[in-house]
């Protein structure tokens, strides 16, 4: 049996209040096999992103059990989940998400500052010519194109050195071509560090990828729940 990386059982999670009270997860289980690439897909507002954020720690769920990396989730304060997350878990935004005032180098060493590395910069700086940068290491986001600041992003999220990897259309924001080129790189440094990857995406040629799919559809998971950790 394949270790698991993520694992999900019955998870519920409903938000807003009231008449705009909208229930987003509905009893999802899924289960991650560790090094697995899975992709994501279903319509907006499926419940696609919303399932990255629970396992990411950034939602708490309403019922169910949320066990990743071999770490129970339910139950932990928000401070032992935020230090969980910083060593467990890379991500990868639609939008970057980089400070703009800040350059390539130090918007990849500032989370590891604030973690705690004694070397926060010369890893940033390994990260950073490891996605193609090396020369770019001084640019601000504003000097850099879409595909460059994607990849700063991806360097900050790989600086940790994260068991899993989650990217959340990561190629939303950039044509063809480049987005191509990040799909690679994501892909690459996965299978390179023997890391999990989620993959939300609507690109199908990009699911295709990935060992394998997942479909959702109003909250539920109606295909592609079970993997090799399963089996």
């Known amino acids: 049996m394949t270790e698991a990386a993520i694992e999900l059982k019955d998870v519920s999670l409903t938000l807003g209040h009231g008449a705009s009270r909208v229930h987003v997860l509905k009893q999802v289980t899924l289960d991650v096999a560790r090094g697995e690439a899975t992709?994501?897909?279903?319509?907006?507002?499926?419940?696609?992103?919303t399932l990255l954020m629970v396992i990411a720690g950034l939602e708490r769920v309403d019922s169910g059990t949320v066990r990743i990396a071999g770490e129970t989730l339910n139950g932990k304060s928000e401070d032992a989940i935020a230090a969980y997350r910083g060593r467990t878990i890379g991500i990868v935004f639609q939008s970057f998400h980089l400070i703009p005032n800040m350059t390539a180098l130090?918007?990849?060493?500032?989370p590891l500052e604030l973690a705690g590395h004694n070397d926060a910069f010369a890893v940033a700086a390994r990260e950073l010519a490891a996605v193609g940068l090396k020369d770019?290491?001084?640019?601000?986001?504003?000097?850099?194109?879409?595909?460059?600041?994607?990849?700063?992003?991806?360097?900050?999220?790989?600086?940790?050195?994260?068991?899993?990897?989650?990217?959340?259309e990561p190629t939303g924001n950039l044509d063809q071509a480049t987005g191509r080129q990040i799909c690679d790189l994501l892909f690459t440094k996965a299978a390179e560090r023997n890391m999990t990857l989620i993959l939300v995406?609507?690109?199908?040629?990009?699911?295709?990828?990935?060992?394998?799919?997942?479909?959702?559809?109003?909250?539920?998971?109606?295909?592609?729940?079970?993997?090799?950790?399963?089996?």
């Open 136 to 168: 770019r290491v001084t640019h601000y986001p504003g000097e850099l194109s879409g595909g460059e600041q994607q990849r700063v992003a991806i360097a900050r999220a790989l600086a940790p050195e994260p068991k899993i990897l989650i990217a959340d």
């Open 106 to 110: 130090e918007n990849v060493a500032v």
């Open 39 to 49: 992709g994501i897909v279903g319509p907006s507002g499926s419940g696609k992103s």
């Open 201 to 231: 995406t609507h690109d199908q040629a990009l699911a295709a990828r990935c060992d394998r799919q997942i479909a959702m559809r109003s909250g539920r998971i109606e295909s592609g729940a079970l993997s090799a950790v399963s089996a």
